[in-house]
Nanobody, 126 residues
Framework: QVQLVESGGGLVQAGGSLRLSCAASGRTFSSYPMGWFRQAPGKEREFVAAISQSGINTKYADSVKDRFTISRVNAKNTVYLQMNNMKPEDTAVYYC???????????????????WGQGTQVTVSS
């Protein structure tokens, strides 16, 4: 049973930083790509960032490019999302996600992901 547990959310002022963590368990973490998504109130869930198994390949939504960085430490079964220069529009519940397969196909699509964490709230005040 794959389990994903996010942590690190909270309240931050505009221009500030937060680092989210997602601890995975239940299978060989290093064999699978990972992704981060977010959902703001009244909006659909949207892609934020994804990372390949080794960490060499990454993808970002245009809205977070050059501000957010996704990384992973396979020895710790953990993926991170470093968020800098945060904006009020970054306010959302952030979800960690993992696919059932090892393929790196369309990592920006939520339909590629089969396992989801419970989410962590991030609030950016202006």
């Amino acid at each position: 049973q794959v389990q994903l547990v996010e942590s690190g959310g909270g309240l931050v002022q505009a221009g500030g930083s937060l680092r989210l963590s997602c601890a995975a368990s239940g299978r060989t973490f290093s064999s699978y790509p990972m992704g981060w998504f977010r959902q703001a109130p009244g909006k659909e869930r949207e892609f934020v960032a994804a990372i390949s198994q080794s960490g060499i390949n990454t993808k970002y939504a245009d809205s977070v490019k050059d501000r957010f960085t996704i990384s992973r430490v396979n020895a710790k079964n953990t993926v991170y999302l470093q968020m800098n220069n945060m904006k009020p529009e970054d306010t959302a519940v952030y979800y960690c996600a993992a696919p059932r397969t090892t393929a790196w196909r369309t990592p920006t699509s939520e339909y590629e992901y089969d396992y989801w964490g419970q989410g962590t709230q991030v609030t950016v005040s202006s």
